[in-house]
């Protein structure tokens, strides 16, 4: 399997700009999970989904975030409008489910600079 | 509400010295707890998963400790070699069936030649 895919690598944007991120979870995952690092706040889950649909958003900063997952295959979260203190590492990861003995397997992530 | 916290932050030894991670938890309710390892500008590879039941796991030259009742793990490396250089995380999930990781800030290791 080709693990969980993310795209772009890297995206560089000016404020206020719209931005995408895409994920492909690894095929048969139930769960795709997306997570957000930075320096001074480490990894911090952003929103998860179980079957495409969102479970707990309770991580998203604030309503310019939003995510969507409009099949198994495919997971988007946006940004709209765009500012500098986005810039970070957004982590995709998805896994076959919560019990305790799941693992998670993360993306290369989307390193996103907000100018 | 759950914190995971890792000592020391970084660290630096010779290769082929046996070396220990820390991790802590504040809440013992844990479904189960995860090693990452994480080279720089790159994803998180997953190393090693213990359940809440288990004590310990093993792969290759590493091996993950857990013990609820103190809220601490440990990260084993053995005969360490250059190549280990990266940043270790450890995240645990809390019990509630809830998907979600809480991540420690992580320790980077340095193995010099």
């Known amino acids: 399997d080709a693990g969980v895919i993310q795209s772009p690598r890297h995206e560089v944007t000016e404020m206020g700009q719209e931005v995408t991120l895409r994920c492909k979870p690894i095929?048969?995952?139930?769960?795709l999970f997306w997570y957000r690092q930075t320096m001074m706040r480490g990894l911090e889950l952003l929103i998860y989904?179980?079957?495409?649909?969102?479970?707990?958003d309770s991580g998203m900063p604030e309503d310019r975030f939003s995510a969507k997952m409009p099949n198994a295959s495919f997971s988007t979260l946006k940004i709209q409008p765009s500012e500098p203190r986005d810039s970070a590492v957004y982590f995709c990861?998805?896994?076959?489910?919560?019990?305790?003995?799941?693992?998670?397997?993360f993306g290369p992530g989307t390193r996103l600079t907000v100018t | 509400k759950q914190e995971v916290t890792q000592i020391p932050a970084a660290l630096s030894v010779p290769e082929g010295e046996n070396l220990v991670l820390n991790c802590s938890f504040t809440?013992?309710?844990?479904?189960?707890l995860q090693w990452f390892r994480q080279d720089p500008g790159k994803g998180l590879t997953s190393l090693l998963l213990?359940?809440?039941?288990?004590r310990e796991q093993t792969s290759g030259r590493l091996n993950a400790s857990l013990d609820k009742s103190s809220g601490r793990s440990t990260l084993y490396i053995a005969a360490s070699q250059p190549g280990d250089s990266a940043t270790y995380l450890c995240?645990?999930?809390?019990?509630?069936?809830?998907?979600?990781?809480?991540f420690g800030q992580g320790t980077t290791l340095q193995v010099k030649p």
């Open positions: 990861a998805s896994s076959l489910g919560t019990g305790a003995y799941y693992e998670q397997y």
């Open positions: 095929s048969g995952h139930d769960y």
């Open positions: 989904f179980n079957n495409n649909v969102p479970i707990d």
């Open positions: 809440d013992s309710a844990i479904y189960n």
């Open positions: 213990i359940q809440s039941s288990q």
């Open positions: 995240a645990v999930r809390g019990s509630g069936n809830t998907g979600k990781l809480i």
